[in-house]
């Protein structure tokens, strides 16, 4: 994100969700970081937190798809997903280097499949 004090607040919140994972605070806070990403004029972070607090309302977690990767015969195995927070530790890393266009790619990733689970 643009502002030192949206990076403060997902840090902030990281801590808090290193401790426990509370839907109600953290949506709360999602939404007023939605806030501050129009103040940036960045659409894509503002649906991202949007979708996502919206996403745990709904399912009461924040859980990740299973992924799948390949071994060096070309075998397929299951990568266990992380926990609800961190899976969204992860997804507020990328968004504090939203300015990154790896991040930038893998949240656009995740808008598409929180925007699936959700419609």
């Keep these: 994100m643009v502002q030192d004090e949206s990076n403060a607040k997902i840090d902030k919140l990281i801590a808090q969700l290193e401790k426990g994972f509370d839907i109600k605070k953290t949506t709360k806070v999602l939404m007023d970081l939605r806030e501050d990403a129009l103040k940036d004029e960045d659409p894509l972070l503002a649906k991202v937190l949007r979708l996502a ?13 299973v992924e799948k990767e390949e071994d060096e015969e070309g075998e397929e195995f299951l990568v266990e997903p992380g926990t609800d927070s961190e899976n969204l530790i992860y997804l507020l890393e990328l968004i504090k280097r939203a300015d990154n266009r790896f991040n930038r790619e893998e949240i656009k990733e995740m808008r598409t499949f929180l925007k699936l689970k959700l419609y």
């Excluded at 745990?56 to 990740?64: A, I, P, Y």
């Design 53 to 65: 607090s919206e996403y745990m309302t709904e399912e009461e977690c924040f859980d990740h798809t």
